[in-house]
């Protein structure tokens, strides 16, 4: 099963280690999913987790040992089509890994935006509650 997480997923998960996005990303570790991501999304990950107020909850450290897991261990795609379907644009590029890799589940961090769509071409758009329910996550 291939699955896109969210930066904000990747980055809640290191803020909170008791918080379904940390089980979420622990499941992958776990191998029970495979994580695709890309050089935009890291790209995104490492601004987002230089901003300041991210900065008081993420070190340095912690965010670049998740990068580095994530390039060692997720399917990087290299290719990302070009999509205009979501209301915010900056989420666009997560829709176009999830068509990239013909992805099972794409994982919103945000509330609006990517869930409106709840599919994207045969990819399920579902909330970190509801697909950490689908793996028994609580």
Known sequence: ???ILDTNVLLSALIRV????????????DGRFEL???AAQIEEFSR??????VRQA?????????VNRIRESARMIERLAKMDVSADPGDN???GMAQAVDADFLVPGDKTGLL??????????????????EFGLR
């Open 93 to 95: 590029f997560l829709l």
């Open 36 to 38: 695709a991501s890309s």
């Open 1 to 3: 099963m291939r699955v």
């Open 18 to 29: 008791d918080s379904r996005p940390y089980k979420v990303v622990q499941a992958w570790f």
């Open 58 to 66: 993420i070190g340095p450290l912690e965010a670049g040992w998740l």
């Open 116 to 133: 409106t769509l709840s599919r994207h071409l045969r990819t399920r758009i579902i909330p970190v509650t509801g697909f950490a329910a």
């Open 48 to 53: 987002v987790s230089r901003y300041p107020r």
